[in-house]
């Protein structure tokens, strides 16, 4: 199927999801593997949080995405960002309660390997850290706290965010180089 048709074909799908109920099904089927794609990115930054699996974060980003009673989803481009935004804000609050537990939440406590729970806690807080920093630069300058958002959290490439934005790709090279610098500022400050 060409990229257009393909196109084409999820954006009918999306539209019949009230109305039939096998759309959703073929849907997910189209665009599973590239949302797995997305999936297994923004986990790639957390390798600490093995109880959120790469599949489990897929299937748990279908249900908060499309659990709703009238998802209003227009075509693939709007549906990547979505899952995309979905996946982010599992991920934040899977760091958030990891955090938490390790602080002595309700959690019973069995120790494991030092270093395994070390690793866990520091990819946590990097989560949170970067969170924070996206979250304070799109106080700054909304499109810059998009992008970086949809880079970092989704993966998408150069091409992938000009489409998104409806810009050049030498304009999205320009705007990431200002992100990553902020971001760098960012980080390096909330270690100090």
Known sequence: MSDENEQHTVTRLLADIGQQP????RLSRLVYDDIHRLARFQRGGFKGGETLRTTALVHEAFLKVFDRDDPTINDRQHLMRIMTL??????????????????????????????QHATGRQDAERVLDVETAIERLSEVDKALGQIIAARF????????????????????QRQLQRANAWLRFELQDSKH
């Open 153 to 172: 959290y989704g993966g998408l490439t150069i091409d992938e965010l000009a489409e998104m934005q409806g810009i050049s790709p030498r304009t999205i």
């Open 86 to 115: 979905a996946m982010r804000q599992i991920i934040v609050d899977h760091a958030r309660r990891q955090l938490a537990e390790k602080r002595g939440g309700e959690a019973i406590h069995v120790e494991l390997d030092e270093q």
């Open 22 to 25: 096998q759309a959703l099904e």
